[in-house]
């Protein structure tokens, strides 16, 4: 795990602990100024055996606290999704702009044209041009510079520049 993302992570950790205690203060403050454990602590002496105050506080803040982790979680997925159906809409656009040649392209052994899918003959270019993204440009290789312009070669074989 590279340092950035354990960075990240320890920050979002110590976020959701500031969290769970800025929680446990509210619910303090709330029960506090509608005596809310007061009504409860009276019910609870009455039924003693039951051990329902513990349990009932417990059991809120536990409450609480999940339903604030849920919302995180579900936020962060839905950013997520998000995300990855904007990527997918990307790749989708750019799948469609690529124009690739495949499979067998049958091509004269002799002319090197290439027959296309009615049967006709084309040169190379412009087939390839036809069939894809790519442009031409054209010069001559130094074999075929030997044959064509042997005369202006000099006794070393090299063309004027």
Avoid at 50 to 55: F, T
Avoid at 85 to 107: N, S, T
Wanted: proline share 1%; hydrophobic share 45%; aromatic share 10%.
């Amino acid at each position: 795990m590279n340092r950035s993302r354990f960075v990240g992570l320890h920050s979002q950790g110590l976020k959701e602990i500031l969290l769970i205690v800025l929680m446990a203060v509210l619910v303090w403050l709330l029960a506090g100024r509608y005596e809310l454990l007061e009504e409860f602590t009276t019910f609870a002496k009455h039924h003693e055996h039951w051990e329902l105050d513990e349990l009932v506080i417990s059991t809120t803040f536990l409450g609480l606290a999940l339903g604030v982790f849920v919302f995180r979680r579900w936020r962060e997925a839905s950013q997520v999704a998000h995300h990855l159906e904007e990527q997918r809409m990307a790749l989708e656009l750019a799948l469609g702009e690529v124009r690739q040649l495949q499979g067998i392209i049958p091509i004269c052994a002799a002319c090197k044209k290439v027959r296309d899918e009615s049967g006709y003959w084309h040169k190379v270019e412009e087939y390839l041009s036809h069939h894809s993204e790519a442009e031409f440009s054209h010069g001559l290789c130094a074999e075929c510079s030997n044959v064509y312009f042997a005369e202006l070669a000099d006794e070393h074989g090299n063309l004027p520049a």
